[in-house]
C-alpha cells in the first residue's frame, strides 16, 4: 500500500502564494502518478493537476494552468503544487492521490488508488 499525507495549506490574502507538499510512502515503487484534487464545500472533487512518477509528464486543469505548478522529488518521495496568484475561488481542502495503475490516465478522483487526508487552503480577497 502507499500513504499519502499532506502539508502546507494554510491562509493567504488574493494575489499570494503556497506551496503543497504530499509525501509518500510504503510501496512508492508501484507508483505511476500523483494527483492533485481540490473540493470546496457543496461541490465535487475537482482535478488540479498531475505527474508521472517518473519522466516529466504533467497535466493541469484550465482553471489554474499557468498559475500553478507541479513537481516532484522522488528522492525525497515527495509531490508538490506551487500555487501562485491565489484568487478567492482556489479555496478547498487540496487533496494528493496516487495512481497504481499503468496509463496516464489523470483526470477522475476514480483513477487514483490511494489519498491523503486533504490540507485546506483559505483564500481572502
Known amino acids: 500500500q502507499v500513504q499519502l499525507v499532506e502539508s502546507g495549506g494554510g491562509l493567504v490574502q488574493a494575489g499570494g502564494s503556497l506551496r503543497l507538499s504530499c509525501a509518500a510512502s510504503?510501496?512508492?515503487?508501484?507508483?505511476?502518478?500523483m494527483g492533485w484534487f481540490r473540493q470546496a464545500p457543496g461541490k465535487p472533487r475537482e482535478f488540479v493537476a498531475a505527474?508521472?512518477?517518473?519522466?516529466?509528464?504533467?497535466i493541469y486543469a484550465d482553471s489554474v494552468k499557468g498559475r500553478f505548478t507541479i513537481s516532484r522529488d522522488n528522492a525525497k518521495n515527495t509531490v508538490y503544487l506551487q500555487m501562485n496568484s491565489l484568487q478567492p475561488e482556489d479555496t478547498a481542502v487540496y487533496y494528493c492521490?496516487?495512481?497504481?495503475?499503468?496509463?496516464?490516465?489523470?483526470?477522475?478522483?476514480?483513477?487514483?488508488?490511494?489519498w491523503g487526508q486533504g490540507t485546506q487552503v483559505t483564500i481572502s480577497s
Open positions: 505527474i508521472r512518477w517518473s519522466g516529466s509528464t504533467t
Open positions: 510504503g510501496r512508492t515503487s508501484i507508483i505511476y502518478a
Open positions: 492521490a496516487a495512481r497504481r495503475r499503468l496509463g496516464f490516465v489523470v483526470g477522475l478522483p476514480n483513477d487514483y488508488d490511494n
